[in-house]
């Protein structure tokens, strides 16, 4: 099982980015995955989650109505669209395969946002 992450960058605050995860080793419309995020000197953050074989999705009251999370069956790839990006939303994200509750085991190197003027 590997997890790669990238889009990261950045970004002027109000901009947008799109994170992409490349799963490899299962199948991602299979299984729950989600999106973590952990900002500079502080813990890690769920972020976003999308259940497996259905498009139920939930989000963090912190981003809601700002990311939407989707993934690609056929490129077997898991996506955060950012959009009205904040200076709170800098960190590094990483996906995981998990519901909200994710434990740090299996995640991919990650890949930071930097959201500032």
């Known amino acids: 099982v590997q997890l790669v992450e990238s889009g990261g960058g950045l970004v002027q605050p109000g901009g947008s980015l799109r994170l992409s995860c490349a799963a490899s080793g299962f199948t991602v419309r299979m299984y729950a995955m989600s999106w973590v995020r952990q900002a500079p000197g502080k813990g890690v953050e769920w972020v976003s989650s999308?259940?497996?074989?259905?498009?139920?999705?939930a989000y963090a009251s912190s981003v809601e109505g700002r990311f939407t999370i989707s993934r690609d069956n056929a490129k077997n790839t898991l996506y955060l669209q950012m959009n009205s990006l904040k200076p709170d939303d800098t960190g590094v994200y990483y996906c995981a395969r998990c519901w909200i509750s994710c434990p740090r085991t299996g995640w991919g190197q990650g890949t930071q946002v930097t959201v500032s003027s």
């Open positions: 999308i259940l497996g074989g259905k498009n139920r999705t």
